[in-house]
């Protein structure tokens, strides 16, 4: 006997669909983002102002929460204990810490409340400058002293360190400074559009203080990707090569001194700095004078 299987059919369930409609909005901004910004509506906000004006709904950012993914996953990269070196071995790790990279330079872009910094981060970073520019002092911070009048605008003194980080442009939490930096810095694990993209942003729309500054040009022009020796092996490396030079010149008879002479043609991160053959070498200070007899 055969029996229709009609009856135990059920009706189709509808399923909301949100997950997807936010991973096709995230793929629509990671697409974008690549893009260079200095095209004809290149900026995210010119784009949401043009979809606006279509009546077209406006993609949906997922929000940041702080970059953990890339925070998390640059750590494991930089200074890792074991848990952090157990975390990054997963293999979905490195496509979250993508993932944190294309919400933070959207959240950014759009100067969203999330990634600026507090008045306690702005507070504790001003103390930071301020004290890294007068090492010598026990506090950290000297005391106020009113000298009158100097002749002289108002936050033009002092030293370049300890001057005034310019109102005019917001300031981003130092933590996701660092993350962008670290974004940066990997240039083969970030595609070059974010990073560009990400560059051009902190440098145009925030302020900076010198320290990242100087940070975020490193980061720009040095890749960490990749294996890295440690300075312990270089240093052995070196010594090991100028022993063999060494050896090579007393057995053949041969000078070998000028393959131990710095290049004449600088490398890229030397460009603009003064060769190192104008230089003097740096001679160690002489201890000062003492006398080889002590009196017991």
Not at 137 to 163: I, Y
Request: contains cysteine; hydrophobic residues 35%; negative net charge.
């Amino acid at each position: 006997v055969h029996h229709s299987k009609m009856d135990i059919l059920q009706e189709s369930q509808i399923v909301d669909n949100d997950a997807l409609l936010l991973a096709v909005d995230t793929a629509f901004l990671a697409n974008f983002l690549r893009g260079p910004r200095s095209d004809p509506l290149g900026k995210l906000s010119e784009l949401f102002t043009e979809l606006d004006q279509l009546g077209i709904p406006l993609p949906e950012v997922p929000p940041l929460r702080g970059a953990q993914h890339l925070r998390a996953w640059a750590k494991a990269h930089t200074k890792p204990t074991r848990a952090d070196r157990e975390r990054a071995s997963r293999t979905d790790h490195e496509k979250l810490a993508q993932m944190d990279a294309v919400l933070l330079v959207s959240a950014i872009e759009l100067h969203q409340l999330e990634v600026m910094a507090s008045p306690d981060e702005l507070a504790e970073d001003i103390a930071t400058v301020v004290a890294s520019s007068f090492p010598n002092s026990g506090s950290g911070v000297p005391g106020a002293t009113d000298f009158g009048s100097t002749g002289r605008a108002p936050g033009s003194g002092g030293p370049p360190a300890a001057r005034v980080i310019p109102t005019d442009k917001p300031q981003l939490s130092p933590a996701l400074v660092d993350a962008a930096i670290q974004c940066i810095h990997h240039h083969q694990t970030f595609p070059d559009g974010i990073r560009e993209r990400l560059y051009n942003l902190l440098v145009d729309e925030y302020g900076l203080t010198e320290g990242q500054t100087q940070r975020l040009a490193i980061a720009a022009t040095q890749n960490v990707d990749g294996k890295r020796l440690s300075e312990h092996t270089q240093l052995q490396i070196e010594g090991k090569e100028k022993r063999r030079l060494r050896e090579y010149s007393v057995t053949f008879n041969k000078d070998t001194n000028y393959l131990l002479q710095p290049s004449l043609v600088a490398g890229p991160c030397q460009q603009g700095l003064p060769a190192k053959y104008h230089q003097s070498p740096q001679r160690a200070e002489r201890l000062p004078f003492g006398s080889a007899f002590t009196s017991s």
